[in-house]
C-alpha cells in the first residue's frame, strides 16, 4: 500500500522556521522525483520545490528562493522541507508529491500557519 505521510506544520510566527517531513512507503521511493506544493485557501495548489531521485538537483518556486531548502534520505524514504524566515504568505496545506514515469501519488497534507 502506497502511502506518503507528511508532519512537522504547525503555528509559527512570522520569521520562524519550521521543518516538513514526508515519509514514503509502498513502493521504490529512490526512483520518483518528489516535490513539495501548497495550497492556501482560495488559491490552487502550486509547486514549492522539487528533487530529483538523486537529490543531486533542486527547484524552487521564486517565491521561497532563498528562505526554504527541500532534500531528501533515500535510506529513510524520507524527503524535508526546511522552511525558514517564513512569512504570512506562506500560510497554506503543504502536500508531498511523488512522480515517476507519469505515476503520481501525493500525501494528505500537513497545515502550515504563519501569524502573530
Known amino acids: 500500500q502506497v502511502q506518503l505521510v507528511e508532519s512537522g506544520g504547525g503555528l509559527v510566527q512570522p520569521g520562524g522556521s519550521l521543518r516538513l517531513s514526508c515519509a514514503a512507503s509502498g513502493f521504490t521511493f529512490s526512483k520518483y522525483v518528489m516535490s513539495w506544493y501548497r495550497q492556501a485557501p482560495g488559491k490552487e495548489r502550486e509547486l514549492v520545490a522539487d528533487?530529483?531521485?538523486?537529490?543531486?538537483?533542486?527547484k524552487y518556486a521564486d517565491s521561497v528562493k532563498g528562505r526554504f531548502t527541500i532534500s531528501r534520505d533515500n535510506a529513510k524514504n524520507t524527503v524535508y522541507l526546511q522552511m525558514n524566515n517564513l512569512k504570512p504568505e506562506d500560510t497554506a496545506v503543504y502536500y508531498c508529491k511523488a512522480a515517476w514515469l507519469g505515476v503520481l501519488f501525493w500525501g494528505q497534507g500537513t497545515q502550515v500557519t504563519v501569524s502573530s
Open positions: 528533487i530529483t531521485s538523486s537529490g543531486g538537483t533542486t
